[in-house]
């Protein structure tokens, strides 16, 4: 059975096919600058050569249309007909409080992801649209949701809950949701299977640390904290994101400096973190590496800030789970930084983490990095968001055949 995955943004679309026969990739690739002009789409079909196309893509319709025309095209395509194409697996980023696991798409839950894009209104938006427009397309394939959001809805009241007021919670369902669910989940079970244990009978923290960035306590194999909230602005600094600050701090600057809600959100989700606290050098964790190692003042003071706030949430959230088996890193930074993973590691003999520098010496691959002897196990794990997608797909639609 091939299952399409589809993760659809405001001006781009990005499409994974497999064979979940037996998990293979057919192929994947990326539509970009919908909307805008220089256009683009990037085909990459597995065991052939790459297909560019520099074409106006004035919507996602045409957007999805390229996609599809890609996948059957003579040369650089992977299927030879469309109904080869048995379901479409989206990604959508906020399921709210309503679903903790994924869903089939229909009418009911076009309402409620409706309702949630005032909750996330820069990606709920295009997830929709994407699935509007694969239904118009494939109309006989089923479409299911797969929520970013969902994986964390385990998270204890506790731990979900802001101390403010009650009624914020009641009216506004203002509270922590998380996010890169789908990621923190799939580097857990991926770790487990190294390990050759039950995801459910481990403590668990993932770090998923790319241009976005989030922390996640998994204790017996649910997720029980993660340093994303409501927004996506919280826990650790990520490329733009400031991470956690004092709420004081917001209506201060707002005075100071006379600053409306649009300008505030655009300091917070935009112009902090590394491109912030390094004065623009970058948003990007590769070039301040390579800035502080030739000695630049500003990037060493952003890389610590980093490293410092990586290093308490995982103090705080082996606290909250009362040990820790395993600690697993992934996304870009976590997946190629061997640098950041020793800096963070070197201080946490503590907690029983020891690395091995050798084996920590990777970029991009799966393995366990810890010395043999480290009471917790360290692990670099590739993540891999899509496969989790067409596996939770391919689960929804067994279980509607199996209803039938
Ligand atoms: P992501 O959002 O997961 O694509 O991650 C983007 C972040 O990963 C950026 O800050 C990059 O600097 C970082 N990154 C990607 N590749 C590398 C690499 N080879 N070495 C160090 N950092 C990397």
Excluded: W
């Excluded at 649910?222 to 409501?230: A, Q």
């Excluded at 797909?393 to 279980?399: F, Q, R, S």
């Amino acid at each position: 059975m091939k299952v399409l995955v589809v993760n659809s943004g405001s001006s781009s679309i990005k499409y994974r096919l497999f064979d979940m026969d037996n998990e293979s990739l057919l192929a994947k690739g990326l539509v970009e600058r919908i909307g805008i002009h220089d256009s683009l789409m990037n085909h990459y079909p597995t065991g052939k050569e790459p297909m560019r196309k520099e074409v106006d893509i004035p919507d996602h319709r045409k957007g999805i249309e390229l996609v599809i025309d890609a996948l059957l095209d003579k040369k650089f395509g992977v299927i030879e007909d469309i109904s080869e194409i048995s379901a479409i697996g989206h990604r959508v980023v906020h399921g709210g409080e309503k679903y903790s696991g994924s869903v089939l798409f229909n009418d009911d839950v076009l309402k409620i992801l409706e309702e949630y894009t005032e909750l996330a209104p820069l990606h709920n938006p295009p997830n929709i649209l994407g699935i509007k427009v694969c239904q118009e397309l494939l109309p006989k394939a089923p479409q299911v949701c797969v929520f970013d959001t969902a994986f964390h809805q385990t998270i204890p009241e506790y731990a979900y809950l802001y101390g403010l007021p009650y009624q914020y919670y009641e009216k506004y369902r203002v509270r922590r949701y998380g996010f890169h669910g789908t990621s923190h989940k799939y580097v857990a079970l991926k770790a487990a299977e190294i390990l050759g244990r039950n995801l459910n009978e481990l403590k668990v923290i993932t770090c998923h640390l790319g241009n976005g960035s989030s922390i996640t306590a998994i204790k017996d194999g649910i997720s029980v904290d993660t340093s994303l909230g409501f927004g996506t602005i919280s826990g650790v600094i990520m490329g733009t994101r400031c991470g956690d600050i004092d709420p004081a701090v917001i209506p201060f600057l707002m005075k100071k400096e006379n600053l409306s809600y649009e300008e505030m959100n655009d300091i917070l989700y935009k112009k902090s973190g590394f491109i912030g606290l390094s004065e623009g050098i970058s948003s990007d964790k590769r070039d301040l590496e390579i800035k502080a190692e030739e000695g630049d003042e500003k990037a060493r003071r952003t890389l610590d800030v980093l490293y410092y706030g990586i290093k308490k949430f995982i103090g705080a959230y082996t606290a909250a789970m009362n040990g820790l088996d395993a600690l697993v890193f992934t996304a870009g930074i976590g997946e190629n930084s061997p640098r950041l993973r020793k800096k963070i590691c070197a201080e946490l003999s503590f907690f029983g983490i020891e690395i091995d520098e050798l084996k920590n010496n990777i970029k991009g691959k799966t393995s366990i990095i810890s010395k043999d002897n480290s009471k917790v196990k360290v692990l670099v794990v590739t993540t891999n968001e899509e496969l989790m997608i067409a596996r939770d797909t391919l689960e929804i639609c067994n279980h509607m055949k199996n209803n039938i």
